[in-house]
């Protein structure tokens, strides 16, 4: 039964035997002032009659006054009640889209050979391939985008980041943030396809990062393909240590990313491929590389290791 038609129920229930009581001896009355045409007296019964149907009148003024209230409260329920279930249903929306994306954001897992899956899920994996980020952390996290969405390397830059002609040469585009950014912020991981031949890789494996367990290669993940990737591809490889400010490491079969100095708004995002990029594409060996560094306190950074 709705509120409404309980409020009426109950109204009906109890108003209306005063109203038939009313009624009775208004019946009375009337029949007492039929018969009493010729006694003595008439004029009381005129104005007791009188007063009954003011009474009456005044009855029936105040039950409608009180349905009136009762009606205004039933559209003010109503609507707040309309506005709760709206306020439900993009609720659940919401939790549907977040769903989706979820789903959407972890296409990994099944790529892998039933072999490569049982090494990463057996075994211990070397300390060097547990650099972990924790809640304490902060993380800056890409934009959720469907796996194998036309573009979707630029689709996931996140918010403060954005793509712009690189400071280092014949680079192409690179990462710059519009924000501070501290040392010690974690971002990743960098996404692509599983390969398990580095023949295989887009673009001769420019975009291929090697994921380890105990030292040992477990597969390939090229990001070379905009579709299958994130924005974490478009990070540059400084030309020295004192231009690096972003360094990579593994965590289990992931790789991410870290800040190892504080960002500036306006800076380029940088981290260090490695020596065999460095010398195949700027013919830099490790000396040159880590000329500009003397670990003095002014150059203090989070990565020291590449050039101790």
Same mark, same amino acid.
């Given at each position: 039964m709705g509120i409404f038609q309980f409020v009426l129920n109950y109204i009906f229930n109890t108003k209306m035997k005063r109203w038939n009581l009313v009624l009775v001896?208004?019946?009375? !009355?009337?029949?007492?002032?039929d018969t009493a045409t010729t006694l003595p007296g008439e004029q009381i019964l005129s104005t007791t009659i009188e007063s009954d149907i003011q009474q009456i009148k005044s009855t029936i003024n105040s039950m409608n006054s009180t349905l009136s209230d009762?009606?205004?409260?039933?559209?003010? !329920?109503? *609507?707040?009640?309309d506005k709760q279930n709206l306020h439900m249903q993009a609720t659940a929306d919401n939790f549907e889209n977040v769903q989706a994306q979820n789903e959407q954001k972890q296409p990994f897992e099944q790529q892998y050979d039933s072999? &490569?899956?049982? %090494?990463?899920?057996?075994?211990?994996?070397?300390?060097d391939e547990l650099w972990c980020?924790?809640?304490? $952390?902060?993380?800056?996290?890409?934009?959720?985008? #469907? /796996?194998?969405?036309?573009? *979707?390397? =630029?689709?996931?830059?996140?918010? #403060?980041?954005?793509?712009?002609?690189?400071?280092?040469? +014949?680079?192409?585009?690179?990462?710059?943030?519009?924000?501070?950014?501290?040392l010690g912020t974690y971002f990743g991981p960098y996404e692509g396809v599983?390969?398990? $031949?580095?023949? $295989?890789? =887009?673009?001769?494996?420019? @975009?291929?990062?090697?994921? =380890?367990?105990? /030292?040992?290669?477990?597969?390939? *993940?090229? #990001? #070379?393909?905009?579709d299958t990737s994130n /924005? &974490? %591809?478009?990070?540059?490889?400084? *030309? $020295?240590?004192?231009? !690096?400010?972003?360094?990579?490491?593994?965590?289990?079969?992931?790789? @991410?990313? %870290?800040?190892?100095?504080n960002l500036?708004?306006? &800076?380029? !995002?940088?981290?260090?491929?490695?020596?065999? =990029?460095?010398?195949?594409?700027? +013919?830099?060996?490790?000396?040159t590389f880590c000329k500009g560094y003397n670990?003095?306190?002014?150059?203090?950074?989070?990565s020291e290791w590449i050039c101790e």
């Amino acid at each position: 039964m709705g509120i409404f038609q309980f409020v009426l129920n109950y109204i009906f229930n109890t108003k209306m035997k005063r109203w038939n009581l009313v009624l009775v001896n208004i019946f009375s !009355l009337l029949v007492v002032h039929d018969t009493a045409t010729t006694l003595p007296g008439e004029q009381i019964l005129s104005t007791t009659i009188e007063s009954d149907i003011q009474q009456i009148k005044s009855t029936i003024n105040s039950m409608n006054s009180t349905l009136s209230d009762l009606t205004h409260m039933m559209e003010i !329920l109503n *609507r707040k009640i309309d506005k709760q279930n709206l306020h439900m249903q993009a609720t659940a929306d919401n939790f549907e889209n977040v769903q989706a994306q979820n789903e959407q954001k972890q296409p990994f897992e099944q790529q892998y050979d039933s072999s &490569t899956l049982k %090494r990463i899920n057996t075994g211990r994996w070397h300390e060097d391939e547990l650099w972990c980020f924790t809640e304490n $952390d902060d993380v800056i996290v890409d934009v959720p985008v #469907g /796996w194998n969405t036309n573009d *979707r390397a =630029y689709k996931t830059l996140p918010r #403060g980041l954005r793509l712009s002609k690189s400071t280092i040469p +014949n680079a192409g585009s690179g990462v710059f943030t519009d924000v501070f950014i501290p040392l010690g912020t974690y971002f990743g991981p960098y996404e692509g396809v599983v390969i398990y $031949d580095i023949d $295989d890789g =887009y673009n001769d494996g420019e @975009y291929v990062f090697n994921v =380890y367990k105990n /030292w040992k290669i477990l597969f390939f *993940r090229d #990001g #070379g393909s905009l579709d299958t990737s994130n /924005w &974490t %591809r478009f990070m540059n490889c400084p *030309r $020295d240590f004192m231009e !690096l400010n972003v360094e990579a490491f593994q965590c289990k079969e992931n790789v @991410y990313f %870290r800040t190892v100095r504080n960002l500036e708004p306006g &800076t380029e !995002l940088l981290f260090f491929y490695g020596w065999e =990029y460095a010398e195949a594409s700027f +013919n830099m060996k490790q000396e040159t590389f880590c000329k500009g560094y003397n670990g003095t306190i002014h150059q203090s950074t989070g990565s020291e290791w590449i050039c101790e």
